[in-house]
């Protein structure tokens, strides 16, 4: 007889977390026995600074600039006349008028 009710009041309770977690979704559950907590090892103590740690940086590389040879530059002479452009130019025509230039 007791062993059916420590049953029926352990599926009770259980019954009864599960409804509480249902509701919330930060019901948490723990068993805590009697252990002793860990104790941390205190850290050294230091009486002078510690040493001085010098900063050697890298050696920079910088690499020699590439040359480029080129052909000497050209000077000629400037033309003696500048050709004009023909009178009749298709873009100008007159919107009114059949032929391709404006008179």
């Avoid at 019901?27 to 103590?45: E, H, L, R």
């Avoid at 040359?67 to 400037?78: E, R, S």
């Avoid at 298709?90 to 230039?101: A, Q, S, T």
């Amino acid at each position: 007889m007791t062993r059916r009710l420590l049953i029926f009041v352990a599926s009770a309770l259980l019954a009864g977390m599960a409804g509480a977690a249902a509701a919330r979704d930060n019901v948490s559950f723990s068993i805590s026995i009697g252990t002793p907590a860990y104790v941390q090892v205190p850290s050294q103590v230091y009486y002078a600074p510690p040493p001085p740690v010098y900063y050697v940086p890298a050696p920079v590389h910088y690499s020699a600039p590439v040359v480029h040879i080129a052909a000497p530059p050209m000077y000629l002479a400037a033309p003696r006349y500048i050709e004009r452009q023909p009178r009749g130019r298709h873009w100008n025509k007159h919107p009114k008028r059949d032929h391709g230039w404006r008179r």
